[in-house]
């Protein structure tokens, strides 16, 4: 192996509220981590501010690094490279790989950040040496990967796997950002479907923990209730349980569609553990069909909310050949 490969690359997750960017050796240790808000920023600043991250985390491992991988939450075309659509980011046909290989003069790998965390979790993670995974990575929004007879399934043109825009309630509620659909399990599984859910329920009973977080004026988030609820208290169990009952409807549809052999659940609101994967489970084993759910496993993901990051530092590091989300530096005419 030579001295590049033994190096660094650098993983970067991007996702609706934040950036992780960290520099992952071949063993997949993560030597440097950043953490940035994305709330509030226009397609542009967004380029801008994970440009300046990068180089942030490339700045403090020396500046020896072999390429940059990044897990978007978007959806791809494949036949032009471009990042399609994004439903919690304003993120929309952009050349993502060229734009960055250019801006860091590094070579760059691009994929779903999704995708990118079922690569790590199928690898060596939660469902390490399982040929058919499927992840749902869950937190603004829920994101969805595939790993189906031993490789990520991308799809006809790279928009698959938006696992978390099945609908689960044909006449549900409207999505969230910029999906036109209908009752999707993100919008009632999600953190942002969390926080929603903490807030009837803290409306109806105010006299515990959370109700007085509020009154002090705490803002709700995920995080939020999720530490609450692991501290006990009941009106954010409540809360987390409604959310994963919801998320069990999910993943019966999974456990029925691609019989996986692991469906792993991964992203902040995972955080919550067995709050969330229990009533989850309990809902997917009376609704999906034998012989997939007798022996599924439904877990959390092992790399937990680095999944994304970890799994985008093992995209550069192995840059596929002719992967099409991949650009190196100097090889585009097309850069804004
Ligand atoms: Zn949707």
């Known amino acids: 192996m030579s001295a590049v490969a033994e190096g660094c690359v650098i993983g970067v997750d991007l996702g609706g509220t934040k950036l992780l960017a960290g520099a992952v050796d071949a063993d997949l240790t993560v030597h440097h981590r950043t953490n940035r808000p994305v709330l509030g920023l226009d397609q542009m600043e967004l380029v801008e501010m994970i440009a300046h991250a990068v180089e942030g985390v490339r700045t403090s491992v020396g500046g020896d690094v072999a390429a940059v991988g990044f897990g978007i939450p978007c959806t791809f075309d494949s036949r032009t490279g471009k990042a399609v659509q994004a439903v919690n980011l304003p993120l929309h046909d952009i050349r993502f790989a060229e734009i960055m290989a250019e801006r860091l003069e590094l070579p760059v790998v691009v994929d779903n950040d999704a995708n990118c965390a079922v690569l790590a979790e199928a690898r060596a993670g939660a469902a390490a040496g399982c040929s058919d995974v499927a992840l749902l990575t869950i937190g603004t929004g829920i994101g969805g990967g595939l790993v189906l007879n031993g490789e990520v399934y991308r799809g006809f043109a790279g928009g698959g796997a938006e696992l978390g825009h099945m609908v689960v309630d ?66 954010a169990r409540g809360a987390i349980e409604v959310v994963g009952r919801a998320l069990g409807v999910g993943v019966a549809n999974l456990v029925n569609i691609f019989n996986p052999e692991v469906v792993v659940i991964g992203g902040g609101v995972s955080e919550a553990g ?63």
Do not use: K, Y
């Open 274 to 336: 067995d709050l969330l994967l229990d009533p989850a489970r309990e809902v997917m084993r009376r609704r999906a069909l034998r012989p997939g759910v007798d022996e599924v496993r439904v877990e959390a993901a092992a790399f937990g909310a680095e999944a994304g990051m970890i799994g985008a530092a093992i995209l550069a590091r192995e840059r596929p050949p002719g992967f099409p989300l991949a650009a190196e530096p100097g090889s585009s005419s097309a850069v804004a």
């Open 170 to 235: 044909m006449h549900g509620r409207p999505c969230q950002g910029n999906c036109p659909n209908w009752g999707c399990l993100e919008s009632v599984a999600s953190g942002s479907a969390l926080v929603r859910e903490a807030s009837l329920a803290v409306a109806r009973s105010p006299d515990t923990e959370l109700g007085r977080a509020l009154e002090e004026g705490r803002e709700l988030t995920g995080p939020m209730i999720t530490g609450l609820a692991r501290d006990g208290d009941p009106v």
